[in-house]
């Protein structure tokens, strides 16, 4: 059964700090691995990292792939209060109609 | 483009009742997925589509929960008979087979409470 681990459960930080979200994973035929935010209800898409794409950036989001270690983090840096979320991990296995494994999510709380 | 619609946004019922969410995915996704998310929990699936069809059911309770994708477009989920524990937020997702591969559309999302 695919599992996906994320650290640490939750996060305070004030505005301007730098944060590093961790994801970990067990997934047959790992194919995806996709960082989404989660605030009030609905989840946002952020980044998806491939074998083909193990780097991603945008603004002040980043995240990186490490497939022997089986992980991945996500940095944010210079921290403001609307980044405060639910950081959800999941990963998705070969095939077409592969399904999403998500992790339990990190709660960040960006104080002012 | 429009996103994914869900409704009704909230409901509340007692056990034993029934319920039933409805879940319009973006034009032209083939998959449509509904997941439970329980408070404190990632996003759990519990159906997975593919035009009209069932991938994966694999986490469905079948004695209680039912949904179905008639015509490969909207998507009805339902319930019945609801359980405390069937408290959660339901949301719909969905994904272009011609698009990037896993990544999925969310809708807002329904939040079911059962008294």
């Known amino acids: 059964e695919d599992k996906v681990v994320q650290s640490p459960l939750s996060l305070v930080v004030h505005e301007g700090d730098t944060v590093t979200l961790n994801c970990s994973y067990e997934?047959?035929?790992?194919?995806?691995l996709l960082w989404y935010k989660q605030e009030k209800k609905a989840p946002t898409f952020l980044f998806m990292l491939?074998?083909?794409?193990i780097e991603k950036k945008s603004g002040r989001l980043s995240s990186i792939l490490d497939k022997k270690e089986l992980s991945s983090i996500l940095n944010i840096t210079a921290t403001q209060t609307g980044d405060s979320a639910i950081y959800l991990c999941?990963?998705?296995?070969?095939?077409?109609?592969?399904?999403?494994?998500f992790g339990k999510g990190i709660t960040l709380s960006v104080r002012p | 483009e429009a996103g994914v619609a869900q409704s009704p946004r909230y409901k509340i019922i007692e056990k034993r009742q029934s319920v039933a969410f409805w879940c319009n995915p973006i034009?032209?996704?083939?998959?449509l997925y509904w997941y439970q998310q329980i408070l404190g929990q990632g996003p759990k699936l519990l159906i997975q589509?593919?035009?009209?069809?069932?991938?994966?059911d694999s986490q469905l309770p079948k004695d209680r929960f039912s949904a179905e994708r008639l015509k490969g477009v909207d998507s009805t989920l339902k319930i019945q008979p609801a359980k405390l524990e069937d408290s959660a937020v339901y949301l719909c997702?969905?994904?272009?087979?011609?698009?990037?591969?896993?990544?999925?559309?969310f809708g807002p999302g329904t939040r079911l409470t059962v008294l």
């Open positions: 997702a969905s994904s272009s087979r011609q698009g990037r591969h896993n990544e999925q559309f």
């Open positions: 997934v047959t035929n790992f194919r995806s």
């Open positions: 491939t074998s083909s794409g």
């Open positions: 999941a990963v998705g296995g070969a095939g077409a109609n592969s399904k999403l494994t």
């Open positions: 034009s032209g996704h083939a998959t």
């Open positions: 589509f593919q035009n009209n069809g069932v991938v994966d």
